[in-house]
């Protein structure tokens, strides 16, 4: 099958963009023929005059089309897989693929149509005040990157499209990772019969190494990742190493909030495979985002690594782990909860080898690469009949 995915990649490498590589190799690997035509946030929004252009262009890019209809003149496709589109493309690469005639996948990594700054958050507490009233509330609180004019700039090609039925009438099929972002997308109003659910592929980092010693954070540091809250968690074990792997916005201000807890070591951004490795050299691993999150790679790799995880459980995060099994849950946002889901892992090791050799077994049972890989292809066939 020949297959043309359209991404806009951001400007800092993230979990859409190694999702979106990941199909590319597991697909070529599966004997399709896949192609890719990208845009860039790094390089094509370099100053404000680029910037302001993104802006103006939000609704409706006019240089899309060309670009589409030269990409698939030279790539012919039976299936179309589009992923992030905002800003560049804007929603004219989807009207111009609806001309051209080819069917449509498009993946939902995040809660963009619904949310202006994407994530369901609001001043650190999950909202959904867009969902009930409309785009344009986003306006009044600014919620993408704490500017009114830039959430007027989403508010108005959201509405826009919505008024077009661009979702409704130009994709054939969507994809959310988890049931937890379905149903949100659901409510929205988006059409439940055209939403599937396809887990992010994760691939097999081999056999699990034997339990090392502590947790790990692996992720950005973003306010909505929750990580000054495990950091508060953590006063209760000063003996134990905590292990943070990241960088972001934040990072500055929770290593000052960790400077009096010689227990906790930040290792700043590291490549995938050290990532990895520094999984393996702890016991478990936490993921305290605030935010709903749509899948949860992180959890997902954890679980590969043979590590159970602790997650929130108001979130898709807890739709990955079962508690008590392959890893613990515990009550978003709340420090107390989260210092005793970990007490009760720290104070049993083999209650984390069992929930570790079960997270492994989950992986390799339902989100292997190759049991993901059969399901896109047969979203693909489905869409292409």
């Not at 990941?22 to 399709?32: I, N, P, S, V, W």
């Not at 830039?150 to 039925?165: E, F, I, K, L, S």
Request: charged share 20%.
């Amino acid at each position: 099958m020949k297959i043309a995915f359209f991404h806009n990649r951001y400007k800092h490498r993230g979990g859409e963009d190694v999702v979106v590589d990941t199909q590319l190799e597991l697909l070529a690997k599966a004997g399709h023929e896949v192609s890719l035509c990208s845009v860039d946030n790094g390089e094509e929004i370099r100053d404000w005059r680029s910037a302001l252009r993104a802006a103006r262009h939000a609704r409706w890019n006019p240089s899309t089309p060309e670009r589409v209809v030269a990409f698939l003149d030279a790539h012919p496709a039976d299936v179309v897989h589009v992923h992030n589109t905002f800003p560049l493309f804007s929603p004219s690469l989807h009207h111009t693929l609806s001309e051209w005639g080819v069917p449509v996948v498009q993946t939902l990594h995040n809660y963009r149509l619904v949310c202006a700054n994407a994530s369901l958050l609001r001043r650190g507490v999950p909202c959904t005040e867009c969902i009930r009233r409309g785009p344009w509330n986003s306006v009044r609180y600014g919620c993408y990157r704490g500017s009114r004019v830039q959430t007027a700039v989403w508010a108005d090609m959201t509405a826009h499209h919505r008024r077009q039925g661009t979702w409704t009438e130009c994709v054939d099929l969507f994809t959310t990772p988890s049931s937890f972002a379905r149903q949100l997308l659901i409510d929205a109003g988006l059409p439940a019969e055209r939403m599937r659910v396809l887990p992010n592929p994760v691939l097999d980092p081999g056999p699990p190494a034997p339990l090392g010693e502590g947790a790990a954070y692996i992720g950005r540091l973003a306010p909505e990742k929750g990580v000054d809250l495990l950091i508060e968690a953590w006063r209760a074990f000063p003996d134990v190493p905590l292990r943070i792997v990241g960088t972001g916005p934040e990072q500055r201000r929770l290593r000052r909030l960790a400077a009096d807890q010689s227990s906790i070591e930040f290792l700043g951004g590291v490549p995938h495979d050290r990532a990895l490795a520094v999984m393996a050299d702890s016991a478990f691993v936490v993921a305290p985002s605030l935010w709903y999150e749509t899948f949860g790679m992180v959890v997902l790799e954890a679980m590969a690594c043979g590590r159970p995880v602790v997650v929130p459980a108001e979130s898709a995060l807890a739709e990955l782990v079962d508690p008590g099994r392959t890893g613990l849950h515990y009550t978003s946002g709340d420090e107390a909860s989260l210092a005793g889901a970990c007490a009760a892992l720290l104070a049993d090791r083999s209650l984390m080898q069992s929930q570790g050799e079960e997270a492994r077994s989950t992986y390799e049972d339902d989100f292997a690469p190759e049991r993901v890989v059969a399901e896109l292809e047969a979203l693909y066939h489905s869409v292409a009949r």
